[in-house]
């Protein structure tokens, strides 16, 4: 109150886009995201160079295992020692072992050994760096700027993708795979220097989620708290069954489609960059808007829609209707993926962001990839079109999910 006896109005909140804390966090986020994309073509390139066709596939498989298996525990970890602490220690790990590995291959030529086990601790560090760096958005924000948030991490995504490829292939071009772990090193080290000057906020004693409990009976709790969420537990389902559906048909389904119709490799770019451009115009508008109404309902028709496109993409009697279906199932899948973080990220109380996180990181980088050789396999055996409107229907099957959960469809985002 002031000395007239007036309540002096709140001060406005920062916007996202001006704040310097989370435009270092955003800053870190990219370069670590190209830094992996760098990192991945290097090893391809080694891996490749280095062994037997056979060989070269378990090397660039080998690092989704450990991924997969430690994901839940990075989780708990995040909540038990602090997302901050903890994104540092990772992403300080990941930047000295690629780049001892650039100078051991300037040195001496390894065998395939040796990449093996860089994809597996790299597959292990990622377990932990994973779900810390996506729990720290409500720790440098405030709750009204989440959405905003999440669209800007969203086009980071997607510019980040268009530039890996072409720096990854430029460095092994110039100077070979320790060219590529060199540049991939340096990336993850910006990285590292731009989380170190992150503030985040710290979680008052009353706010902390079993930090007193064993590391098992923390990972449970999580887990019941999340079964337990009127909003979250539909939202993961969401996210998990569409991604089940999805990511077979947006990946590896793409690639035969433009070997079986004749497109090649330029017809297949034109339908990943469609869905590319889409994707990074939906999170744009996330970004500028700040907040979409009805969100909880917006996101489940988004998948659905999105998901008849993807359909679309395995009848398209062209390249130009594929790219097209491609726009549309980045425009609709791209901002019903952005809300689905933004949403997480409000309805989550913030001592269960860590494993909150590494549930729905999970399924989108280590149950869903596993659908890649089943689609693979199912479009040898019975075509193109119905594996593609078979696998659009268990994405459907998500949104609808999601559109008869009545505490999800009236879910809103925080003003």
Same mark, same amino acid.
């Given at each position: 109150?002031?000395?007239?006896?007036?309540?002096?109005?709140?001060?406005?909140?920062?916007?996202?886009?001006?704040?310097?804390?989370?435009?270092?966090?955003?800053?870190?986020?990219?370069?670590?995201?190209?830094?992996?994309?760098?990192?991945?073509?290097?090893?391809?390139?080694?891996?490749?160079?280095?062994?037997?066709?056979?060989?070269?596939?378990?090397?660039?498989?080998?690092?989704?295992?450990?991924?997969?298996?430690?994901?839940?525990?990075?989780?708990?970890?995040?909540?038990?020692?602090?997302?901050?602490?903890?994104?540092?220690?990772?992403?300080?790990?990941?930047?000295?072992?690629? *780049?001892?590995?650039?100078?051991?291959?300037?040195?001496?030529?390894?065998?395939?050994?040796?990449?093996?086990?860089?994809?597996?601790?790299?597959?292990?560090?990622?377990?932990?760096?994973?779900?810390?760096?996506?729990? *720290?958005?409500?720790?440098?924000?405030?709750?009204?700027?989440?959405?905003?948030?999440?669209?800007?991490?969203?086009?980071?995504?997607?510019?980040?993708?268009?530039?890996?490829?072409?720096?990854?292939?430029?460095?092994?071009?110039?100077?070979?795979?320790?060219?590529?772990?060199?540049?991939?090193?340096?990336?993850?080290?910006?990285?590292?220097?731009?989380?170190?000057?992150?503030?985040?906020?710290?979680?008052?004693?009353?706010?902390?989620?079993?930090?007193?409990?064993?590391?098992?009976?923390?990972?449970?709790?999580?887990?019941?708290?999340?079964?337990?969420?009127?909003?979250?537990?539909?939202?993961?389902?969401?996210?998990?069954?569409?991604?089940?559906?999805?990511?077979?048909?947006?990946?590896?389904?793409?690639?035969?489609?433009?070997?079986?119709?004749?497109?090649?490799?330029?017809?297949?770019?034109?339908?990943?960059?469609?869905?590319?451009?889409?994707?990074?115009?939906?999170?744009?508008?996330?970004?500028?808007?700040?907040?979409?109404?009805?969100?909880?309902?917006?996101?489940?028709?988004?998948?659905?829609?999105?998901?008849?496109?993807?359909?679309?993409?395995?009848?398209?009697?062209?390249?130009?209707?594929?790219?097209?279906?491609?726009?549309?199932?980045?425009?609709?899948?791209?901002?019903?993926?952005?809300?689905?973080?933004?949403?997480?990220?409000?309805?989550?109380?913030?001592?269960?962001?860590?494993?909150?996180?590494?549930?729905?990181?999970?399924?989108?980088?280590?149950?869903?990839?596993?659908?890649?050789?089943?689609?693979?396999?199912?479009?040898?055996?019975?075509?193109?079109?119905?594996?593609?409107?078979?696998?659009?229907?268990?994405?459907?099957?998500?949104?609808?999910?999601?559109?008869?959960?009545?505490? *999800?469809?009236?879910?809103?985002?925080?003003?």
């Amino acid at each position: 109150m002031t000395s007239t006896g007036l309540r002096t109005a709140p001060a406005p909140e920062e916007p996202a886009h001006r704040d310097g804390n989370v435009l270092r966090w955003l800053s870190a986020y990219t370069a670590s995201m190209v830094g992996d994309s760098i990192y991945f073509v290097a090893l391809s390139w080694a891996a490749t160079r280095g062994g037997s066709p056979a060989q070269a596939g378990l090397v660039l498989a080998v690092g989704s295992v450990p991924r997969a298996a430690l994901m839940l525990g990075g989780g708990v970890i995040a909540d038990r020692f602090g997302p901050r602490r903890v994104v540092i220690g990772s992403d300080a790990v990941r930047c000295a072992v690629i *780049l001892a590995v650039a100078v051991l291959l300037l040195m001496t030529a390894p065998g395939i050994w040796l990449l093996v086990l860089v994809a597996l601790v790299f597959g292990a560090v990622d377990a932990l760096f994973l779900p810390s760096v996506g729990a *720290l958005p409500p720790r440098i924000t405030t709750p009204g700027q989440l959405g905003r948030v999440q669209g800007m991490r969203g086009f980071a995504q997607r510019v980040a993708t268009v530039a890996a490829a072409p720096l990854g292939g430029l460095a092994v071009a110039l100077g070979g795979p320790a060219a590529g772990f060199g540049a991939a090193g340096v990336l993850f080290a910006l990285s590292l220097v731009l989380l170190m000057a992150v503030r985040v906020r710290e979680l008052p004693p009353d706010e902390e989620s079993g930090t007193g409990e064993s590391p098992w009976r923390q990972l449970v709790d999580g887990l019941r708290y999340i079964r337990g969420h009127r909003v979250l537990a539909p939202l993961l389902l969401v996210a998990a069954v569409m991604e089940l559906g999805f990511a077979g048909p947006a990946n590896i389904g793409v690639v035969l489609l433009a070997d079986q119709r004749g497109w090649g490799a330029a017809g297949m770019a034109w339908i990943v960059g469609g869905f590319g451009v889409g994707a990074g115009a939906s999170a744009l508008l996330l970004a500028v808007r700040g907040r979409i109404g009805r969100a909880g309902a917006v996101q489940s028709w988004g998948v659905v829609a999105g998901s008849v496109a993807l359909a679309a993409i395995g009848f398209a009697p062209s390249v130009g209707a594929a790219a097209a279906a491609g726009l549309c199932v980045g425009l609709c899948t791209g901002l019903g993926g952005a809300l689905i973080g933004a949403m997480l990220q409000t309805v989550t109380e913030p001592a269960y962001l860590g494993r909150v996180t590494s549930v729905a990181t999970l399924f989108t980088m280590g149950i869903a990839p596993m659908m890649f050789p089943v689609v693979g396999a199912a479009i040898g055996a019975w075509g193109i079109e119905p594996v593609f409107a078979t696998s659009a229907a268990v994405s459907a099957a998500g949104g609808v999910l999601g559109l008869c959960s009545r505490a *999800l469809r009236r879910a809103e985002l925080p003003r």
